[in-house]
């Protein structure tokens, strides 16, 4: 039997997430690493980012990736940084050379394939939209978004916040019943996926598309043409990539092992705290 | 201390083991049909909800202050063969567009005879499924025109354009179907920025079916077949691209 949230102490084993919550992270996680290979294999067809509605080679590219003869190179702006062996030029597992933007290793499929990198891309763009979308509507339905991702007016005040912040930098998590509850810093990463680089990642993708640009304009507009949604689409991307980063590492910080048990059977340790101060202990006797 | 150093090589070497692993899991399982088929699959959802969502909507048109300061010719850059090098040496005077198939009326139109149809002038996107976009301004006749002249029987199904480049060794063709055919921005452009199409944009007439991506617009038309099937058509999956590379026919997303 699991102990009731309230009361936990460290050392209890409780429930953690619901099955909504661990079926859809799963997914996502598959879907989310297949949509940016995908799509790095797309981005390699046309390696190059523009504002605006239109761009193409003539055009004014604020970011680019190539090479200069053996040379790879990425330039962001007037900034060009050497990226020989990894982007714009680099040795596939057969040793060839190839000089797309993004690795063979990094992308999918493996060897350049425009058509076949559309139809991964495409099909799971189904599965993240109405992933999404379905997780939303169920988690509003159970309260988990009011309960867990809303944050209250004492999380929004900066002391609070400044004081998640230094907490975090000092890698102290929080223990016993408070580790069951998200602190601001996590709502606020959750929050931003949810509601805005995911949606923003579906956005960006339906204003490149031809079809919707005629019956749905304002999405392309908005962003300010069709170049500058594929701009955004791009960063949003990275800024999930740099999401997952952060992600992992809070993981593998808090107790992998624990942390991947409760977003599979939805059980979870709780962490117990360091060992009370002896007065203390004197203190709240009976 | 190497161990820790060792630890992180080995780390490191399993990572990207698993990593190629994964790859190579992900392209065989493309491989499979059943899987391949079910992602492509994805195309007739594309479709379908576009047309569901978008009906007859006409694609965003531009200013002519919007116009890319240099469109890029994309593809073929020059038609094959020499009947294709004398009309353009011609400027087009004797050529004619071929409509056939599964019209009441086959048609030879000349190039002066499209251009005395009446004329739609649209300032369009261009978007290339390799992720650039020009924009620029195309004139010509509506192909519902056309093929409202020709008499299209009731049970034709899709529009071929044969083309008069070849690619890669092979002819281009597309095809769309009479959703598009009869779309009011679908036309036989012959001019493109106010001047007669060049001979690198698909002179003497490209398709616009401008809710579609770059492939879809047909350059260097030569001849109109209305069919009931793609089937029988070069590859049979109704266009150069989609053939040879396995890109998607319905090309709006």
């Not at chain 1, 504002?51 to 040379?71: Q, S, V």
């Not at chain 2, 990207?16 to 899987?35: H, I, T």
Request: aromatic share 10%.
């Amino acid at each position: 039997m699991s102990t009731p949230e309230a009361a936990a102490v460290g050392g209890d084993l409780v429930k953690r997430h619901r099955l909504s919550t661990r079926l859809w992270h799963w997914l996502n996680a598959v879907t989310l690493l297949v949509m940016l290979m995908s799509g790095l294999m797309i981005f390699n067809a046309h390696p190059r980012l523009y504002w605006g509605e239109y761009g193409a080679n003539f055009d004014h590219a604020w970011l680019e990736i190539g090479h200069h003869g053996p040379h790879g190179y990425l330039r962001i702006g007037t900034l060009t940084l050497p990226t020989t062996g990894v982007l714009g030029i680099w040795t596939d597992a057969q040793g060839r050379t190839d000089v797309h933007a993004f690795p063979g290793w990094a992308t999918l499929p493996t060897a350049y394939s425009l058509a076949d990198g559309r139809v991964w891309h495409l099909a799971f763009a189904w599965v993240l939209a109405l992933g999404l979308l379905c997780y939303l509507l169920w988690s509003l339905a159970n309260g988990h978004l009011r309960r867990d991702i809303h944050i209250t007016r004492a999380e929004w005040r900066p002391t609070h916040i400044w004081h998640d912040v230094k907490e975090h930098a000092r890698l102290r998590f929080p223990t016993g019943a408070a580790a069951l509850r998200y602190n601001v810093l996590q709502k606020l990463a959750y929050a931003a996926v949810l509601f805005l680089l995911l949606p923003l990642m579906i956005l960006t993708g339906l204003a490149m598309s031809p079809g919707t640009d005629a019956w749905a304009p304002l999405a392309t507009e908005v962003f300010g043409g069709r170049q500058s949604a594929r701009s955004v689409h791009f960063l949003c991307a990275w800024a999930l990539v740099g999401f997952f980063a952060v992600h992992i590492a809070m993981v593998l910080l808090a107790g992998p092992i624990n942390e991947v048990r409760a977003m599979i059977t939805g059980r979870y340790r709780v962490p117990p705290g360091p060992p009370e101060p002896l007065e203390s202990i004197g203190e709240s006797a009976p | 201390m190497s161990l820790p150093i060792l630890s992180r090589r080995a780390l490191i070497r399993t990572g990207a083991l698993g990593g190629g692993l994964l790859l190579s899991g992900c392209d065989k399982l493309y491989r499979q049909p059943a899987f391949h088929d079910l992602l492509a699959s994805g195309e007739n959802l594309h479709r379908v909800s576009q047309r569901a969502l978008g009906g007859q909507a006409l694609a965003r048109e531009f200013a002519a202050s919007e116009v890319s300061p240099q469109f890029r010719a994309n593809g073929s850059r020059e038609g094959a063969g020499a009947d294709y090098k004398r009309h353009l040496a011609q400027g087009f005077a004797n050529w004619a567009l071929q409509v056939d198939g599964l019209v009441e009326r086959p048609l030879a139109i000349p190039l002066a005879a499209l251009k005395s149809l009446p004329q739609r002038i649209q300032i369009t996107r261009h978007d290339c499924v390799e992720g650039w976009s020009a924009i620029g301004q195309w004139q010509g006749p509506l192909l519902g025109q056309v093929l409202d002249v020709a008499r299209v029987r009731p049970e034709a199904r899709y529009v071929v354009f044969h083309c008069a480049d070849i690619y890669g060794g092979a002819p281009y063709y597309e095809s769309i179907d009479m959703i598009d055919a009869h779309h009011p921005q679908t036309i036989l452009a012959w001019a493109m920025n106010g001047r007669p199409l060049e001979e690198a944009h698909g002179a003497p007439i490209r398709l616009r079916v401008e809710r579609q991506l770059g492939y879809k617009h047909a350059k260097f038309v030569n001849r109109i077949e209305v069919r009931q099937t793609l089937a029988g058509v070069y590859g049979g999956k109704g266009g150069y691209w989609e053939d040879r590379s396995g890109y998607a026919w319905y090309a709006g997303i």
